[in-house]
């Protein structure tokens, strides 16, 4: 089972930041956040992971709680092309990717 | 880098026929490599997880018989659908991860397969 709770969808106006949510209350000390994306009739694309610190990328910020019971993906400058459903996925190196329904993110104009 | 292809995109078959279907890591070895299903505004399924050399391991409810998977090197990974009916029509995507950085997960573009 997906040990991630996310908003079912979102809307963000194109060129503000978008702010994706992720609850996942149940994390245990050994297990990453991962964010993967979906555009239409694509393969999964990877965005970012991180553990308990803050990352950054050249394609989102990752910020995690410190109690690490939850996170947020920032992506700065939404895009139309940024319209997808993102996935938040929480799991340890050597575990499996088990996706949960994501947020379908839509930007518009 | 990190790039995974899969052949064919898109696949029609009759009822009845097998399909294979196969994935590759283009640039980098993978040792473990995964199968999803995805049916129509549905996430993604996790069907099997495959180590080259070695047996696949199926998730419950995925028959192992119907879904062959041979992982015979550390770059391709093939799955085939036998006696495919339309049930079996989905969007299939493999994924790998990288020998030395198992924390990685590449996904390729999926194959659509249409059972009629």
């Known amino acids: 089972d997906a040990k991630t709770t996310q908003p079912t969808s979102m809307d963000c106006a194109e060129g503000r930041a978008a702010n994706l949510p992720c609850n996942h209350s149940t994390i245990s000390g050994n297990e990453y956040v991962y964010w993967y994306r979906q555009i239409h009739s694509q393969g999964p694309q990877y965005i970012i992971h991180g553990l308990k610190n803050n990352e950054t990328n050249e394609m989102a910020s990752l910020i995690i709680t410190e109690d690490r019971k939850s996170s947020t993906l920032i992506l700065p400058h939404a895009t139309l092309r940024d319209t997808a459903v993102y996935y938040c996925?929480?799991?340890?190196?050597?575990?499996?990717?088990?996706f949960g329904t994501g947020t379908r993110l839509q930007v518009f104009p | 880098g990190a790039v995974v292809s899969q052949h064919p995109s898109r696949v029609i078959c009759k009822s009845g026929t097998s399909v294979k279907i196969e994935c590759r890591s283009l640039?980098?070895?993978?040792?473990?490599m995964f199968w999803y299903r995805q049916f129509p505004k549905q996430s993604l399924m996790l069907m099997a997880t495959?180590?080259?050399?070695?047996?696949?391991?199926?998730e419950q409810g995925v028959e192992k018989d119907k879904f062959l998977i041979n992982h015979a090197s550390l770059t391709l990974s093939t799955l085939t659908v036998t006696s495919a009916h339309p049930e079996d029509s989905s969007f299939y995507i493999c994924s790998a991860r990288p020998r030395p950085r198992p924390y990685e997960q590449y996904f390729g573009p999926g194959t659509r397969l249409t059972v009629t």
């Open positions: 495959s180590n080259e050399g070695s047996k696949a391991t199926y």
């Open positions: 640039d980098f070895q993978a040792t473990t």
């Open positions: 996925i929480v799991r340890d190196n050597t575990d499996k990717l088990i």
